[in-house]
């Protein structure tokens, strides 16, 4: 009901702080004259605080200590109101002076105004404007304490941002709130106490929660690791506990934030893992002042990749993708978002249009290529067999081609997880793409050109499985299956995938590039394989909903070409360590030379021809033993 109260008019305020100092000088008086009125002449004091006001009047005026809104007042308003009294002070004392230069010392100027006066009334002052703002914020505070229903909540954190989130909760009548304590794992801050609330370790989380029965958990710590945040959010799933996180610093309104900004964690929160460490520098020596392609460039990867690669300050970048609209966006962003004297180019063309790559190859002559175009969708090309040959296979083979004609320095080719022993026809597409620029690297280089010297072009495979935040990512699916009210659709009870964020990946293609020596298929860590119907529960109970009751899971059944789980590598492959930590490179035979090209041309000339698509698998499965088909029409080709 106290939402609705009115702000008490800037004039009322006014005269409440001339009201304070007028009690404040007469108590300033009474400590002068040691406790007593007696010796003092109220006639002649009227006269002089009338004088003190009428100065105090002008500088409350110059340094506005009306302007704010008393229950909410916090260290800018003190300090406005200390301000304002010591330039009121100033003045009086110069004034003092002044007067006892020319009048000597026993006018009445300079009696009611002498030093110590000043200085007692300019204590007892800030003593009462800060107070009555204290005892009404302090009011205010006392009834939103004692409203009905308030939310007990824990605020994970004890730095700026948690401190900053309970001072928003408190501001914000409307958000019934009782901050019960916060949680941090550094021992140096455990036991103490700011604004009333005690500092636990993250060690009594539980023995906190179930003290009081806690409704509400803020993440307010922007370090917490990956899996600590999962075991809070486990607990607190288990325990009917709502989970919000405080947005990033860096969207905060001039370094605040509202509590309409405060959020119910997402999944993707959940399935980050901690942040990498990148070779910074060897990256930075490499790429400035370089010509850079990226295709794909605005897609989910390629996008990501080309905000990354700003950082290291190319000479240009070449935007190259076929889709207009999010082409046009995407150049929109970084001319408004980013100032940087790198030059972004876009460049609408499809990567299968040969003369159109040729002019980008001729024109910009780039000196780096991070191919990330693709089509993806696997049930999509299970109906489109020539398009993912067309696309993913021909595409790749002339953008090779064309890297190795005009010199480029590093090749680094974007593939998947589903590129392994695939069982559907996007992954064999992918899968010919990365035979055949292994095919390109080891006979067209390795016979000429040392694999340690800087000349010819290094041909690096990059292979990871799926990216949170894609276009048509599963977990965009359930959120909005979920908000319509469900089913959430799953395929299979047993389904699992690895996932990683965008940034991560694009970070870790990035590094693989640098890193290669050329003919390499670098493996991306993924973490734990995750189940999707784990991953579905977790999602529902993150809405606050129960599963199977609020919102249905229904099993529809796998999709033409889809597999139960994913791999990273072939069995016929070994995993290498590499320098960092999350990059492995998937040793392989180099692939044989005998008819290898021809093989590709007859391919692609079948998907330009418009062959019937059972002929077009038939040679794809050819060329990649490992494809054997599931639950798809191809499946008859495997016997």
Known sequence: MFKNLNIIPKWVVFLMDLLACYFAFMAS?????????NGIDLHTISGRILFLLVILAINFVVFKTYDGIIRY???QDALKVVYSVLASTAILFIISLFATFLLGNETDISVYFSAVILIINLLVSVLFLIGYRLLVKLFFAYLQYHKLERKNVIIYGAGDAAFATKRVLEHDYSSNVNVKAFIDDDVRKVGKVVDGVRIYHSKDFVQVCEADKTD?????????????????VDYCLDHAINVLNVPPIDTWINGQFSTRQLRTLEIENLLERDAIQLSNEELGNQLKNRKILVTGAAGSIGSEIVRQLLKYQPLAIILCDQAETPLHQLELELAGNYKTPTR?????????NEARMRELFRKYEPEYVYHAAAYKHVPMM???????????TMGTKLLADLSLKYKVKRFVYVSTDKAVNPTNVMGSSKRLAEVYIQ???HIHLSASVDAESEAGTRFIITRFGNVLGTNGSVVGIFKDQI????????????????????PEACQLVLEAGSMGKGGEIFVFDMGKSVSIVDLANKMIRLY???PGKDIEIRFTGLRPGEKLYEELWTGSENLLPTHHEKIMIASHTKPGSENISQAFDHLIELAKNGVDDMLLVAKMKELVPEFLSNNSVFEKLDN
């Open 483 to 502: 908000e319509k009210g469900g089913p959430v659709t799953i395929t299979h009870p047993d389904i699992t995938r690895y996932f990683m964020t965008i």
């Open 29 to 37: 008086q009474f400590l002068r004259n040691n406790l007593s009125f």
């Open 382 to 392: 299970e109906i489109s067999a020539a398009e993912a040959v067309m696309n993913n």
């Open 344 to 352: 972004c180019i876009p460049f609408l063309c499809d990567i299968t």
């Open 216 to 232: 509400e958990l803020i993440m307010a710590d922007f370090t917490i690791t990956a899996a600590k945040k999962n075991e809070l």
């Open 544 to 546: 606050g909903l129960i």
């Open 439 to 441: 095919y390109l690297h």
């Open 73 to 75: 007042t916090g260290l």
